[in-house]
């Protein structure tokens, strides 16, 4: 059966264990530039309709060191941006690629897509969720405290799509997570119940507060995300203003243990979500972060490839 990875409920407590666990062998098996064959006679295409860094490249480079042939589509050089229906491309490419890494505005993309084009379909980014974060993120902590189970995230910032992934992945490895939000900017009711639901078996505790403070305390990891996410950029002045605060500096690292963790998905704005001093500090694992990216796409790869 076709798997698409849209949402990180798609993934049991046992898969997406699974997944951390092989990004963590990939990251062995792809040292020192070393390649595999489990990509071997795959086309993937990797369709963009919003700026990327790392989810991009790292995608892109893992195929490539996967013996896959990556393509990038950019939504704006195709028809979809002259008003071409999501459905009729998806068909198109059902036709020509073996699996799909799309970065979109809307989930309701990705669902077409992974309808019409009837192939693996990988959320690289929506409105509501970052799936993909979350298995180079898991990876980094299993790395920095050997473990995952049992330990306290504090996330400090918007109830955006990072956070509801965040909950989902908290909930799903038996971490406990308390978010730090405004008021008008807590996440979603809808997703705080769905991770709630999914951590009855994990016993993970999930929080919604409004003190940042409140939520660093005791905290193995401080995360932490832009104030204004892209597509929000109109909303940019307001956002600004409801978030002040809502920041990890030396001050909040207090609040958490002592051996606490910085982490951050990036890009990062100094003086705003994050101070310099707390991202280049030694606390800070944003960088491997980024860089585990590449770990993350492989093993998710790896697992839909195996399922086609
Ligand atoms: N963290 C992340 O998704 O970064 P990019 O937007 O650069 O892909
Ligand atoms: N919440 C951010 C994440 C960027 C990786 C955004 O959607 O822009």
Not at 122 to 146: C, R, V, W, Y
Not at 172 to 201: F, Q, W
Request: glycine share 6%; hydrophobic share 40%; charged share 25%.
């Amino acid at each position: 059966m076709v798997f698409s990875l849209l949402s990180v409920a798609d993934l049991s407590s046992k898969e997406f264990v699974g997944l951390i666990d092989d990004a963590k062998r990939m990251k062995s098996a792809m040292a020192r530039g070393r390649r595999t064959t489990d990509l071997k006679n795959m086309v993937v295409g990797i369709l963009f309709e919003k700026p990327s860094t790392r989810t991009r490249t790292s995608f892109q480079a893992a195929a490539i060191r996967m013996g896959g042939d990556p393509i990038y589509l950019s939504a704006s050089e195709l028809q979809l941006s002259r008003g071409e229906p999501v459905k009729d491309v998806a068909r198109m490419l059902g036709g020509w690629l073996d699996i799909i890494v799309a970065r979109v505005y809307s989930q309701d993309t990705l669902v077409q897509l992974a309808e019409y084009s009837k192939l693996p379909v990988i959320n690289a980014l929506s409105n509501i969720e970052h799936p993909t974060q979350m298995i180079s993120d898991f990876l980094t902590i299993l790395e920095s405290k050997g473990r995952i189970e049992g330990l306290k995230m504090a996330y400090i910032g918007d109830g955006n799509n990072v956070a509801n992934s965040l909950m989902l992945s908290c909930a799903l490895t038996g971490m406990d997570l308390s978010i730090a939000s405004p008021n008008g900017y807590k996440p979603s009711g809808e997703y705080v119940k769905k991770a709630k639901r999914l951590s009855a078996s994990t016993r993970s505790k999930i929080e919604i507060v409004t003190k940042p403070a409140e939520a660093a305390k005791d905290a193995d990891i401080l995360y932490t995300d832009v104030w204004v996410s892209m597509g929000e950029e109109k909303e940019a002045a307001r956002r600004l203003r409801a978030f002040k605060g809502y920041q990890i500096n030396s001050s909040l690292l207090k609040y958490a243990k002592s051996d606490a963790i910085v982490m951050h998905c990036l890009p990062a704005h100094r003086g705003l979500e994050i101070t310099d001093d707390a991202i280049e500090g030694k606390q800070s694992v944003a960088w491997v972060q980024g860089i585990n990216k590449l770990y993350g796409a492989a093993s998710v790869m790896k697992f839909i490839a195996k399922h086609k």
